[in-house]
């Protein structure tokens, strides 16, 4: 069995065991895990910061950035939010008041929680993960599920925003069904601020770039099959299905059919430009 840098049993692509979480575009580890990290999104939403769900992620089958172990996210015990705001790396992305509501709300869950802006290497401010095994996230899911008691809310929320020290935004695309440089762009750039890709932003969309977007749609739940960077078939018609859910794509008037075309191009403009930052 496959077992992530904590231990938890890795999840495949459309596990029964993971389920929906309202707070992030994306599923994580259902029971107690849910309990948690759901609790953990409504006090960060209230006292830290504004959750965007489209910008906040959780389940995908990948392994540590840099490492050959099984990320948490591979697991469904960890989420980010507001990637964009947060950037993989930065530090410094929270305000003081921040980040003393961030300590409140990990003290209050009993240490179940271990957050990335406190890793000792590369920072990883948008993180959120699981830790301490099944007895602890039993003990303090019964602890939500009974009352917190007398939990007081440590400050005001506010709007996350790009974070400023690398670049988060990219220009308003020209919904022209042509995926060119600015495309390419738009595309490894979103996905360079939910830690899918590190490498250059160079405007061209190869392999690396559609392994990041394969990845992507896996924690999504869309796309099941192996990330090897080529974005045919298989990889198209879950890009295709997640357009249409997020109503880019008008499903009545196209069919979702496996061709990367014109109006599949346009529906991901159109989607990454929800997305920029702005």
């Given at each position: 069995?496959a077992?992530t840098r904590?231990?938890?049993?890795v999840l ?22 849910h309990?948690?990290l759901n609790e ?13 769900k ?8 990948r392994?540590v950035r ?12 960890a989420?980010?939010?507001?990637a964009?705001?947060?950037g993989?790396?930065l530090?410094?992305?929270?305000s003081?008041?921040?980040v003393?509501?961030i ?12 957050w990335?802006?406190d890793?000792?290497?590369?920072k990883?401010?948008?993180?959120f993960e ?9 003990k303090v899911?019964?602890k939500i599920n ?8 440590a400050?005001?929320?506010s709007?996350p925003k790009?974070a400023g020290k ?9 919904i022209?069904?042509?995926?060119g440089?600015?495309?390419a762009?738009a595309?490894?750039i ?14 061209k ?11 992507w749609?896996?924690g999504?739940?869309y796309?099941k099959?192996?990330?090897d960077?080529d ?5 198209v018609i879950?890009l295709?299905?997640f357009?249409a ?6 499903t ?10 014109a109006?599949?191009?346009?529906a991901?403009q159109?989607?990454l ?6």
């Amino acid at each position: 069995m496959a077992l992530t840098r904590l231990g938890w049993d890795v999840l495949e692509p459309g596990s029964n065991r993971l389920t929906n979480l309202f707070w992030i575009t994306g599923k994580v580890r259902n029971g107690d895990a849910h309990t948690i990290l759901n609790e953990l999104g409504r006090r960060f939403n209230s006292e830290v910061e504004a959750i965007r769900k489209d910008w906040s992620w959780g389940y995908a089958k990948r392994p540590v950035r840099g490492a050959s172990v099984a990320s948490e996210h591979s697991a469904g015990v960890a989420v980010d939010f507001n990637a964009p705001a947060h950037g993989l790396g930065l530090s410094g992305t929270f305000s003081a008041v921040q980040v003393k509501a961030i300590r409140k709300i990990l003290a209050d869950l009993d240490g179940a929680v271990r957050w990335g802006g406190d890793y000792g290497g590369r920072k990883d401010e948008m993180h959120f993960e699981l830790q301490g095994g099944v007895a602890k996230l039993a003990k303090v899911a019964a602890k939500i599920n009974g009352g917190m008691g007398d939990v007081k809310p440590a400050g005001k929320p506010s709007k996350p925003k790009p974070a400023g020290k690398r670049p988060t935004d990219y220009k308003d695309l020209e919904i022209d069904g042509k995926f060119g440089s600015a495309s390419a762009e738009a595309v490894q750039i979103l996905m360079s601020q939910i830690g899918l890709y590190e490498r250059e932003i160079d405007k061209k969309a190869g392999e690396h770039t559609w392994a990041a977007v394969q990845e992507w749609l896996n924690g999504l739940g869309y796309y099941k099959r192996d990330v090897d960077g080529d974005f045919s078939k298989h990889s198209v018609i879950a890009l295709q299905q997640f357009l249409a859910k997020k109503g880019h794509l008008d499903t009545r008037k196209w069919l979702i059919d496996g061709k990367f075309g014109a109006e599949t191009i346009k529906a991901f403009q159109r989607y990454l430009n929800t997305q920029n930052g702005k």
